[in-house]
T-cell receptor, first 113, second 113 residues
Framework: EAGVTQSPTHLIKTRGQQATLRCSPI?????VYWYQQALGLGLQFLLW???????NRGNFPPRFSGRQFPNYSSELNVNALELEDSALYLCASSSSVVPYGYTFGSGTRLTVV | SQKIEQNSEALNIQEGKTATLTCNYT??????LQWYRQDPGRGPVFLLLIRENEKEKRKERLKVTFDTTLKQSLFHITASQPADSATYLC????????????FGSGTRLQVQP
């Protein structure tokens, strides 16, 4: 069974540009979660999508947005990039039926220069 | 305010000993709590989930306890090995399944051969 896949692995952008990160969940998982992990820091919750709907949003500005597609894959968009957005962006998926652990991807390392 | 606290200082132990990591939380009433392992530059890996009505959970060399009165979870690795060296994160369900997991900042464990 394929795990959670994220692309690209690395992304370098210039301040002010837009970044698009992609995530494919484990087959059968309908919930997708996005977390930001700045260097040396903990995981900060960004967004939760389930069945195509945004269920929950973390304390991030509106320039962080995303969506979930009918096949449950998801994309995270970050507009007007700032230097502080440089971080590892992690996507996770889970079944929404019962409380299981999250399965994380390996992340996208975003560097804003 | 709501807080999840894990010891930010690294825990260094000798191979073969038992490692005990602590997770304390305030102003949460989680239905369950989870523990994850994270290696540098990788996504966290789910280890164990314990529900609020469970006192203890075991999986191979791992043991987790959950004390909802003390608002504390302890994570034990018995017969530790150098391969257990990693950062361990606790995560809790902040609103009875209606919010995504909130993660602690993690404790780095170093097992010396």
């Amino acid at each position: 069974e394929a795990g959670v896949t994220q692309s690209p692995t690395h992304l370098i952008k210039t301040r002010g540009q837009q970044a698009t990160l992609r995530c494919s969940p484990i087959s059968g998982h309908t919930s997708v979660y996005w977390y930001q992990q700045a260097l040396g820091l903990g995981l900060q919750f960004l967004l939760w999508y389930d069945e195509g709907e945004e269920r929950n949003r973390g304390n991030f500005p509106p320039r962080f947005s995303g969506r979930q597609f009918p096949n449950y894959s998801s994309e995270l968009n970050v507009n007007a990039l700032e230097l502080e957005d440089s971080a590892l962006y992690l996507c996770a998926s889970s079944s929404s039926v019962v409380p299981y652990g999250y399965t994380f991807g390996s992340g996208t390392r975003l560097t804003v220069v | 305010s709501q807080k999840i606290e894990q010891n930010s200082e690294a825990l260094n132990i000798q191979e073969g000993k038992t490692a005990t990591l602590t997770c304390n939380y305030t102003n949460y009433s989680p239905a369950y709590l989870q523990w994850y392992r994270q290696d540098p530059g990788r996504g966290p890996v789910f280890l164990l989930l314990i529900r609020e009505n469970e006192k203890e959970k075991r999986k191979e060399r791992l043991k987790v306890t959950f004390d909802t009165t003390l608002k504390q979870s302890l994570f034990h690795i018995t017969a530790s090995q150098p391969a257990d060296s990693a950062t361990y994160l606790c995560a809790l369900d902040p609103l009875k399944g209606r919010r995504a997991l909130t993660f602690g900042s993690g404790t780095r464990l170093q097992v010396q051969p």
